[in-house]
């Protein structure tokens, strides 16, 4: 489907021309069962395929059980400056988190940032993201926090690859449950989904508080990334067979 964040307007052209080159396409690849969905309306032949990550740059199990605490506990966000708009709706919880612990958050983005929450506050860093920098910056983050809007954005985006980044770190997450995110994340068992101000303070606080649950987490959190296919060794064969299929049809 072809739609907008809420920030952006959507023009019915756009959606147009996509239906007509999906209803000429052999195959059709989509990253979420929304857009599954949604591609099965105008094409029969249409495969889910999550954007994965690659194992090599990640820690194992082992190395995540090793980790030692953190003194200072740091929230992480990640993401394009488009979607500091989302960082934004909980502007308030933060700060009130903030206010409460010993607790640093780190926001990780890069170039032109339409909305800076909290920039002013002196326990919050903005970060510049590089590819190269990308992994370096995610191991400082104890919890990662990913606030989002319930839209058809939201619901149709594939993958949420900054999530399963954190979660392949050992880090457990917060969330808005919305679209996969529901799936992602196990509520309560590799972290938490959060659709209110008070649920945000309340999750989040709740992994500031006990460092066995944010250790025991962070490690469902890097077992639910292999259970769920998100290595791309996992993805490759899918791949593989899939234009082998394709080319014998």
């Known amino acids: 489907m072809y739609t ?21 396409s052999s195959q059709v690849i989509v990253g979420s069962p929304t857009l599954k969905n949604y591609a099965r309306q105008h094409c029969d032949r249409v495969v889910c395929l999550p954007t994965p990550i690659p194992t090599d740059k990640y820690p ?5 059980s090793e980790t030692e605490p ?7 966000w990640i993401g394009n400056p488009q979607n500091l708009h989302y960082l934004a709706s909980i502007t308030e919880p933060l ?15 890069a170039g032109d940032l339409p909305v800076t929450p909290l920039r002013d506050h002196p326990d919050v860093t903005y970060q510049t993201w590089t590819l190269e920098d990308e992994l370096d910056l995610l191991t400082e983050v104890d919890i990662g926090i990913r606030p989002l809007f319930d839209d058809e954005w939201t619901r149709g985006k594939g993958g949420y690859t900054s999530v399963v980044q954190k979660m392949a770190l050992g880090i457990p997450v917060v969330a808005t449950p919305v679209g996969m ?4 994340i196990e509520h309560g ?17 709740e992994l500031i508080e006990d460092e066995q649950k944010r250790r025991e987490f ?12 998100f290595w791309t060794e996992q993805r490759a064969e899918e791949w593989v067979q899939l234009f082998e299929d394709l080319e014998r049809s």
């Open 181 to 184: 995110i529901t799936e992602i």
């Open 189 to 205: 068992h590799s972290g938490y989904h959060a659709d209110s101000p008070e649920e945000w303070t309340r999750y989040v606080c």
């Open 95 to 109: 700060a009130a988190i903030l206010e409460q612990h010993d607790t640093e958050l780190h926001v990780i983005t």
């Open 60 to 64: 194992d199990r082992q190395q995540i």
């Open 4 to 24: 907008a964040p809420k920030w952006e307007d959507c023009e019915d052209q756009w959606k147009s021309l996509l239906d007509q080159t999906l209803q000429c």
């Open 70 to 76: 953190s003194e200072t506990i740091t929230l992480g």
């Open 218 to 229: 962070g490690k469902n959190a890097h077992q639910a990334v292999e259970d769920q296919g």
